[in-house]
């Protein structure tokens, strides 16, 4: 892990949405020569909810827990400090817009397009699921809640409506993901994971570096979320080189992670080699962690193990990567 907070459970599916209600006055304001805040703050939500999605749908073959997801990420204009000027700036007909639609996934396949206006999911009116005394956060996580639960038949059905598009309503098959979801943390520039989320600051060094590098740091993260990291020493404890072996084993599942959602395995080691230099003065070089450039090494060596098992494209990590830290009897 490239940080590790405590454990961070109490937001649960409030995927994405907690940093809007944080964000500045400056955020609304427009100008003419740069991007404003509203819309690096959706680049980024963008950024990460594509490559997220990748990483756990193409490595979802392999893991035990799964979600079922359309690719489609919402945000509630209501849990910005002005939701008006959100609304407007953003095109929006309706407080629930569409942050993000992944690449190959249902919500694109049926049309659906970053700034849609969101309206209803399994026959529920969106705009209706807030509730007095709501955290701001609170309505967008029941919506991300509806958009993982497909009814009986396997089906989600959705209606949304964009300036073009008065109303559309369309019926979508989810696809399964590995259940470790992403989030955009305001005011932190560390990246981690709680077992359950890969919780990325919205100052993370890797957001300027190249898409591939980008997907190496959050699957660093996602394998500690796959491999049970934060469980696994909880219940036996950090001493013992426990941490550092955590460390090691989501270093060496990064390519694995990297060569199935077909980013070139590479990009692992390559993403080491450019945050270690800038960033080893600090946590990397802590007894938990080994470092940079052993941590090089260790990645290195798996490249060569995922060829050798690789079929189809895919490599099986669940049979053929081999883990430091073992489930005790």
């Known amino acids: ?35 404003s805040p509203l819309d690096i703050f959706q680049q ?15 490595n979802a073959p392999f893991c035990d827990r799964r979600t079922f997801s359309l690719g489609l990420l919402v945000h509630d204009a209501a849990s910005y400090g002005q939701p008006e000027a959100v609304r407007a700036h953003f095109d929006l007909l309706g407080d629930i817009g569409v942050q993000s639609v992944a690449m190959g996934s249902p919500a694109e396949a049926a049309g659906i397009r970053q700034n849609d206006t969101l309206l209803s999911v399994s ?53 399964e993901l590995c259940s470790s979801r992403f989030e955009l943390r305001s005011g932190t520039s560390k990246a981690s ?18 898409t591939p590098k980008f997907a190496a740091a959050l699957a660093h993260e996602m394998a500690h979320n796959l491999l049970g990291h934060l469980d696994y020493l909880e219940r036996y404890g950090r001493g013992g080189g426990r941490v550092r072996a955590s460390e090691r084993d989501a270093d060496r599942l990064m390519p694995w992670l990297l060569f199935n959602a077909g980013y070139d395995p590479q990009a692992a080691v390559e993403f080491m080699e450019e945050w270690g230099p800038r960033h080893g003065g600090g946590i990397l070089r802590k007894r938990s962690h080994d470092g ?38």
């Not at 500045?24 to 100008?31: G, L, N, Y």
């Not at 996580?141 to 109303?167: H, M, T, Y």
């Not at 919780?199 to 890797?206: E, N």
């Not at 052993?294 to 193990?305: G, Q």
């Open 1 to 35: 892990m490239l940080a590790w907070p405590g454990r961070l459970r109490a937001l649960g599916h409030a995927i994405l949405f907690v940093c809007a209600a944080t964000l500045p006055v400056s955020a609304f304001a427009e100008t003419s020569d740069a991007p």
């Open 44 to 58: 980024q939500e963008d950024l990460l909810f594509q490559t997220g999605y990748r990483l756990a749908k193409e």
């Open 123 to 175: 026959g529920q009116e969106v705009e209706s699921l807030a509730r007095h005394g709501d955290e701001a956060w609170a309505r967008a996580a029941r919506i991300a809640k509806l958009l993982e639960s497909p009814a009986i038949d396997g089906k989600l059905r959705v209606s949304f409506r964009n300036a073009q598009v008065e109303k559309s309503q369309i019926e979508l098959a989810p696809v």
């Open 193 to 210: 994971a709680d077992g359950e989320r890969v919780l990325i600051g919205d100052s993370f060094p890797a957001f300027s570096y190249s």
């Open 292 to 329: 940079w450039d052993e941590r090089v090494e260790f990645i290195a060596a798996e490249l060569p193990k995922i060829e050798a098992v690789a079929v189809d494209g895919k490599a099986d990590w669940r049979s053929h990567f081999q883990p430091l830290l073992i489930e005790k009897e």
